[in-house]
């Protein structure tokens, strides 16, 4: 009796797996996207404090150690700075989905390393005192 219960435990438990995992394939919207987050980020502040564990007993080497950690730390900062998006977008009244937040865009910088010509717009590589392009006197840039 005991062993056909237990089967029958084992049988919903793997039906109840597997309903679950393949449900769970197509991700479910979340209900309240910061439960979302903080669920993430607790399991990352899980995952380290086990790190540091096995670490400390001395499951894993200095250099597998400070990769995963430095993994972890850098998924936990995606998680953070989703949630300071997150924030942002409900002050804005904007509820919703979450969005990644963007990585920053390198500035193009017009004039790299010249010295810019106030009344022409001309750049020069040096300083001059008066514009190569409009001869007017150029103010002496500050460095
Ligand atoms: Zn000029």
Known sequence: MIIVLACVIAIVV?????????????????????????????AIYENLRDLQFEYRVGKLSDQDYQN?????????????AGVDALKAQLALGK??????????????SIAPNGVLCASCGA?????????????????????
């Not at 995963?68 to 953070?80: G, H, N, S």
């Open 68 to 80: 995963t950690k430095q993994d972890l730390q850098r998924e936990l900062a995606l998680v953070l």
């Open 14 to 42: 793997i039906a109840f797996v597997l309903g679950v995992r393949a449900k769970d394939l197509p991700e479910p919207e979340p209900e309240s996207p910061f439960l979302h987050l903080d669920e993430r980020k607790a």
């Open 123 to 143: 750049t020069f590589e040096k300083q001059l005192k008066f514009c190569g392009e409009c001869g007017k006197p150029m103010p002496v840039a500050q460095t």
């Open 95 to 108: 509820v919703g989905q979450v969005v990644p937040p963007a990585l920053p865009k390198p500035t193009v």
